[in-house]
């Protein structure tokens, strides 16, 4: 046997680590240090020397993504396939005891797993039984309830009785669900944990005892975000033997809105006794000028468990930062920064796009598109499969053509307005029979009374609902259409309604889809084969186009997309953190809570420390968010970046930053950006980030401005002529 595969390639305190007797270790140390190298090498050395078989031993990764690459590391590593081991989720592992221990756990046989969307379709289900109104008692929160119960490793009869109709009715409900899940056989993602851990901790101890045995070793990465059920998990596994291995950085917490505990790493030491504190300093993954950077951020953040972070490796290139003049901008600059990538001999895949809200993802898929880069979306649908959005676009679908039954099946009861199963059956029925569409068949249910009152009141109403939506916005422009669908049909409100930040997202892809309309009539021309299509049909095309361009298959070159959430545990040679704007990143949600906002920084570390190589960071000066320009400020991470590092892009001009004042330069036309550029009154108003047009020149953006009165000269960036300086009072800008 050979174990120098196993430790060569290490330093001396990954080594310790790896070669450590078996024991409790908590391994803590910041990102790109080898944490994940650590824990692969600790599973093939304690394969091979301490002659543990592959059967003993547990690994728990964050992804499903992160299990196979393991497995596949640590086969390289052992030279065998290392067969019987279980690499996986916390989720996927307990699926895994509960299909083996089915009967034990009071479960059918077949029991059927429910995902997020199966969940509150049956709490709706248990709403309308109980007849709680929707609007005081939205579904959405019953489930943000129950699940963060389940996280907490409580059901109903734990929880302590007040009078508060609040907690009255959250309990009620919960009950009702528990119920319906036991007949129906049905659990979901937070039962699977929960459920696991009351058959080997209250039901079982025999099992538990097996599994106890079994595991020799469980090793656990991403240790940081762990919840409070998967920590009790872990430690009745663990039991009184030393065999846990934890590698993670408090740094690096991203989940707390999602009940991951930070404290759990403080407290390790105590709960698992015997367990040795190995720091990894040095970093093997970026630059040291993107080291040094990400350092500097987090430094801001309080109560840390503190770590040093240095590498050997060359400083690097500068960070590069660009300020947009608006999120198209952004988009173009990015895809254009990549193309050069690939003509000096990079890969795509090299490359990844990092932004805070999923919402980003649209402006930028459409650029990419649009110069053919194919691009890949991880942990997250692209824009136009989003479930909001095809709700959306369903409701524009039918407005368009009535006759459009799939999008009618897709949306007659979205959001729910009474209109029941029994009710769809029989529409259904009538159009089978009949041999006429589904909104056709509805009209003559209604007109024929082939239902009771109600049932025909509520699906008289949508009917109407959709003729309203039609008739109110014949005539207006795209987005108008757009806009006034998604409010009459009550998606907004519907997803407003939802706790967190998933509704909170689907309401700005909503918006985001406003946007796209906008974007889409201002480029839209009707070839002469489509002089009798509509504007509306055409972007209803587009878009079912645009979902249809499979994504790019895993063997392909493609760019990599995703959330900064979802980055965690990756790196990449070439960075994008696109939209790093306050408002945006960090959101504004975390605004008010200084845990949020120490949460938000996190976040913005583990972007930072993707980068292996480049990193570019962009802005937009003026966004499109919530329907509206918006004129965010650059990120305050952004300041928190010594200077040194960074270098400005703009205009295909580099400018290294002025040190002059200690203040970075972009503070300075940052703070101008709000402030209106001093003309004479007969002049219009102008102020940086505007849309102007010009008399020959067309629409385009002011940029920059010098001096003031009528012979202050602006620049701005027409959006066909490029740009150009003016002197503002010879040149008729008309402000937009
Ligand atoms: N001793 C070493 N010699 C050479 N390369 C190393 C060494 N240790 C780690 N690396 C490399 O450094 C990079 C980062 O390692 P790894 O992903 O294990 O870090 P990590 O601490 O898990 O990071 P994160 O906190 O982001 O999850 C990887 O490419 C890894 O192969
Ligand atoms: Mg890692």
């Known amino acids: 046997m050979d174990v120098t595969?196993?430790?060569?390639?290490?330093?001396?305190?990954?080594?310790?680590?790896?070669?450590?007797?078996?024991?409790?270790?908590?391994?803590?140390?910041?990102?790109?240090?080898?944490?994940?190298?650590?824990?692969?090498?600790?599973?093939?050395?304690?394969?091979?020397?301490?002659?543990?078989?592959?059967?003993?031993?547990?690994?728990?990764?964050?992804?499903?993504?992160?299990?196979?690459?393991?497995?596949?590391?640590i086969e390289e590593l052992l030279g065998v396939n290392p067969g019987g081991m279980w690499v996986g989720t916390f989720h996927g592992l307990a699926h895994r005891i509960l299909r083996a221990h089915w009967r034990e756990a009071q479960l059918n046989e077949n029991f059927q797993i429910m995902d997020s969307d199966d969940q509150l379709r049956l709490i709706k289900r248990l709403c309308k039984e109980m007849q709680l109104d929707d609007t005081r008692w939205p579904a959405r929160q019953f489930q943000w309830y129950i699940n963060g119960q389940k996280d907490e490793g409580l059901r109903s009869r734990h929880i302590e009785r007040t009078n508060d109709v609040f907690d009255k009715t959250m309990i009620r409900m919960y009950e009702a669900y528990e119920d319906a899940c036991d007949r129906g056989g049905m659990i979901d993602f937070g039962e699977l944990l929960l459920r696991c851990l009351e058959l080997l901790r209250d039901h079982n101890p025999k099992l538990l005892a097996h599994y106890q045995e079994r595991f020799r070793y469980i090793l656990v990465d991403e240790f940081q975000d762990t919840n409070a059920i998967q920590y009790a998990w872990l430690r009745l596994l663990t039991g009184h033997e030393r065999k846990l291995m934890a590698v993670g950085d408090?740094?690096?917490?991203?989940?707390?809105?999602?009940?991951?505990?930070?404290?759990?790493?403080?407290?390790?030491?105590?709960?698992?006794?015997?367990?040795?504190?190995?720091?990894?300093?040095?970093?093997?993954?970026?630059?040291?000028?993107?080291?040094?950077?990400?350092?500097?951020?987090?430094?801001?953040?309080?109560g840390r468990l503190g770590k040093q972070l240095w590498t050997e490796g060359a400083d690097g290139e500068k960070i590069s930062l660009y300020a947009a003049f608006n999120e198209q901008d952004e988009s173009r600059f990015i895809v254009g920064q990549i193309q050069k990538w690939v003509d000096e001999g990079g890969l795509r895949s090299e490359s990844a796009i990092l932004y805070r809200s999923n919402a980003q993802s649209r402006v930028l898929e459409e650029a990419l598109i649009r110069s053919g880069v194919p691009y890949r979306i991880y942990g997250g649908h692209r824009f136009y499969d989003r479930l909001?959005?095809?709700?959306?676009?369903?409701?524009?679908?039918?407005?368009?053509?009535?006759?459009?039954?799939?999008?009618?099946?897709?949306?007659?009861?979205?959001?729910?307005?009474?209109?029941?199963?029994?009710?769809?059956?029989?529409?259904?029925?009538?159009?089978?029979?009949e041999n006429v569409s589904m909104w056709r068949a509805a009209n003559e249910v209604v007109e024929y009374k082939k239902l009771p009152a109600r049932a025909l009141n509520a699906l008289q109403s949508f009917l109407n609902l959709i003729n309203q939506i039609d008739t109110e916005t014949?005539?207006?422009?795209?987005?108008?259409?757009?806009?006034?669908?998604?409010?009459?049909?009550?998606?907004?409100?519907?997803?407003?309604?939802?706790?967190?930040?998933?509704?909170?997202?689907?309401?700005?892809?909503?918006?985001?889809?406003?946007?796209?309309?906008?974007?889409?009539?201002?480029?839209?021309?009707?070839?002469?084969?489509?002089?009798?299509?509509?504007?509306?049909?055409?972007?209803?095309?587009?878009?079912?186009?645009?979902a249809g361009d499979a994504q790019a298959d895993t063997n392909q070159d493609s760019v990599q997309l995703m959330t900064l959430h979802s980055a965690k545990g990756l790196e990449f040679p070439l960075v994008f953190l696109a939209g790093v704007e306050e408002g945006l990143f960090p959101h504004s949600m975390s605004a008010e809570e200084p845990g949020r906002m120490e949460e938000e920084r996190r976040l913005c570390y583990v972007g930072i420390t993707r980068a292996m190589k480049k990193l570019f960071i962009t802005y937009a000066e003026s966004r499109r968010m919530h329907g509206q320009d918006?004129?965010?400020?650059?990120?305050?991470?952004?300041?928190?970046?010594?200077?040194?590092?960074?270098?400005?892009?703009?205009?295909?001009?580099?400018?290294?930053?002025?040190?002059?004042?200690?203040?970075?330069?972009?503070?300075?036309?940052?703070?101008?950006?709000?402030?209106?550029?001093?003309?004479?009154d007969s002049a219009p108003k102008i102020y940086l980030g505007q849309r102007v047009k010009h008399p020959i020149f067309g629409e385009g953006i002011v940029l920059n401005c010098e001096g003031d009165g009528p012979k202050a000269r602006v620049q701005v960036n027409f959006d066909d002529e490029g740009s150009k300086w003016l002197v503002l009072g010879f040149a008729k800008l008309e402000a937009l």
């Open 474 to 546: 014949t005539g207006t422009a795209l987005n108008e259409i757009t806009d006034h669908a998604i409010q009459l049909s009550g998606l907004i409100e519907h997803h407003a309604k939802e706790k967190g930040e998933k509704g909170q997202s689907r309401v700005e892809n909503l918006e985001e889809l406003v946007n796209a309309a906008k974007q889409f009539s201002g480029q839209w021309e009707a070839t002469p084969e489509e002089a009798n299509v509509s504007e509306l049909s055409a972007f209803l095309d587009q878009a079912a186009l645009d």
């Open 388 to 433: 909001e959005i095809k709700n959306a676009l369903a409701y524009l679908r039918l407005v368009s053509n009535r006759e459009d039954d799939t999008a009618m099946e897709r949306v007659i009861n979205v959001p729910t307005r009474g209109i029941g199963t029994r009710t769809i059956d029989v529409v259904r029925e009538h159009a089978r029979a």
């Open 5 to 73: 595969a196993i430790i060569d390639g290490l330093n001396d305190a990954q080594r310790s680590a790896v070669t450590a007797p078996v024991q409790n270790l908590l391994v803590l140390a910041g990102a790109g240090s080898g944490k994940t190298r650590v824990l692969v090498h600790r599973i093939a050395w304690l394969v091979q020397t301490e002659n543990i078989s592959p059967y003993s031993i547990m690994s728990v990764t964050f992804t499903n993504k992160a299990a196979r690459e393991m497995r596949g590391r």
């Open 250 to 302: 408090d740094d690096q917490s991203i989940y707390g809105w999602r009940g991951a505990r930070i404290e759990n790493i403080q407290n390790l030491p105590e709960h698992f006794p015997g367990a040795d504190t190995i720091r990894l300093e040095q970093n093997y993954r970026s630059t040291n000028t993107i080291l040094q950077a990400a350092n500097a951020v987090i430094a801001n953040n309080r």
């Open 630 to 680: 918006n004129f965010n400020r650059p990120s305050r991470f952004i300041q928190e970046i010594p200077a040194e590092f960074i270098e400005e892009v703009r205009l295909n001009a580099t400018v290294s930053r002025p040190m002059s004042q200690g203040r970075p330069s972009y503070g300075q036309r940052d703070n101008s950006m709000f402030n209106n550029v001093q003309v004479d």
